[in-house]
């Protein structure tokens, strides 16, 4: 009887954005040369966000940073904290950057094929393979990996679609230019909640290009967020009062909303179908910080790949896991009250130290500082909380 022989490895991968071209990129840096084709629906690739992070994690794109800033601020009415991260500056990478980058790379692989135009929608695996319906009929391969963020298949089985009711970081951002110097290009303000009371966790976060250039992005932290024309405004209330300018261009704008969910580490569902990027927990729950996570994870997905048993692991540790899920329990119950306990962290917590906790890397001195500058009672009752949830999980 003739005996079936394994299919030879094909990857599909859903999606060409941070996760599934950085997974691509990732394959063939590792010298994979079997046929990998990447699907998603857009057209084209736009410089359509601001990559921020403590550069902290070595990855394969540092040289394609614009931006390091030593100094960073959180503030107040009244109270400005700033801090140095001498050994991690904070960095901003430009998604076109990025996307020429990678896609370079892509189209010169010849078993590489890009996909764009192209809508996608359930898979089902049988066979050794896995299907998948799109909008150009069903591709199939022996390996999928789902970097959708949260428009494909493997989301809902983790979490609800961004929506109102569930908590996300919502944001507005405008790219302004003005004729007079008006910001401190030295220094990133991280939150300024010098900004009108809306229900949320509402703060400006500002990122100076130049002095006469910055990124000035209005942020709530809730559950519903509040509709783009009233962010316009804030930002304009802003400009005026707290850099005192009358006027000034809006070059460009981005929004979006990030689910802050705690969804974490993927538990093994398939062998054949993986997600990966934020689909599989690669934004940090408590901050919305996805970039650094991705690269981690999507290094670690590759190398499994090329091993023979593909699966995303996981990439936070146990008690970063645990302290974001306190983190969320203490804003979930009071998303407007939580601004004090940023402007304790801003206050006592020093620059590198915050970096390394904003970027998974904190070690238990950065966590047992941390945890002293901030209030215990609220803490231990979301400690309480968030250990009743896990137990009952
Ligand atoms: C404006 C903005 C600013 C951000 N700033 C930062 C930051 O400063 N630092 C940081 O660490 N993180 C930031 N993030 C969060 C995070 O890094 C990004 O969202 C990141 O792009 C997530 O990577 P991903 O690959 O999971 O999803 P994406 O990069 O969003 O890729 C998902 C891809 O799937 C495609 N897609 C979705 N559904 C379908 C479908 N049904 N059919 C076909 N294609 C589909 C989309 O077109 C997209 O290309 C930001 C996000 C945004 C939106």
């Not at 902290?56 to 601020?73: A, E, K, M, T």
């Not at 023979?308 to 983190?327: E, Y």
């Not at 940023?342 to 001195?365: E, I, K, W, Y």
Request: glycine residues 8%; proline residues 8%.
């Amino acid at each position: 009887m003739p005996v079936a022989q394994p299919a030879s490895p094909s990857y599909l991968i859903l999606g060409a954005g941070l996760a599934g071209l950085s997974l691509a990129d990732a394959l063939l840096r590792r010298g994979v040369r079997d046929p990998i084709a990447v699907v998603d629906a857009r057209e084209r690739f736009d410089n359509d966000r601001t990559w921020c992070f403590w550069d902290v994690h070595p990855h394969p794109y540092r040289g394609l940073i614009s931006h390091r800033w030593p100094h960073w601020s959180i503030e107040a009415r009244g109270a400005v904290h700033r801090q140095t991260a001498t050994g991690a500056p904070y960095c901003h990478l430009p998604a076109d950057r990025f996307y020429a980058d990678v896609l370079a790379r892509l189209e010169a692989a010849p078993n590489c094929q890009l996909v764009l135009g192209t809508t996608i929608g359930a898979a089902t695996e049988s066979d050794g393979a896995v299907m998948v319906a799109t909008s150009a009929g069903e591709r199939s391969a022996t390996h999928v990996f789902d970097a959708l963020a949260t428009g494909g298949p493997t989301w809902p089985t983790v979490a609800p679609v961004p929506g109102p009711g569930v908590l996300c970081q919502r944001f507005l951002g405008q790219f302004v230019e003005t004729d007079e110097p008006a910001f401190d290009p030295t220094c990133v303000r991280l939150m300024d909640f010098d900004v009108t009371p809306n229900g949320e966790l509402h703060f400006m976060y500002l990122l100076p290009f130049s002095p006469t250039s910055a990124l000035v992005e209005d942020t709530t932290i809730g559950l519903v967020g509040t509709p783009d024309d009233e962010r316009r405004a804030e930002i304009d209330r802003y400009l005026r009062k707290r850099h005192g300018l009358a006027t000034w261009r809006v070059v460009r704008e981005e929004a979006s909303a990030i689910p802050m969910l705690g969804v974490g580490a993927p538990r093994r569902r398939s062998s054949r179908l993986t997600p990966v990027g934020t689909a599989a927990g690669a934004v940090r729950p408590s901050s919305g910080y996805a970039f650094v996570r991705t690269q981690r994870q999507v290094a670690a997905l590759a190398d499994r790949v090329v091993a023979g048993r593909p699966s995303a692991p996981r990439i936070d540790r146990r008690r970063d896991a645990f302290l974001d899920r306190v983190f969320l329990e203490v804003l979930k119950a009071d998303p407007a009250g939580f601004a004090p306990n940023f402007l304790r962290l801003g206050r006592h917590l020093a620059g590198d130290r915050l970096a390394r906790f904003m970027m998974d890397a904190a070690s238990p001195v950065d966590h047992f500082l941390l945890i002293a500058a901030l209030p215990k009672p609220p803490f231990l009752l979301g400690a309480a909380r968030a250990g009743r949830k896990r137990l009952a999980a």
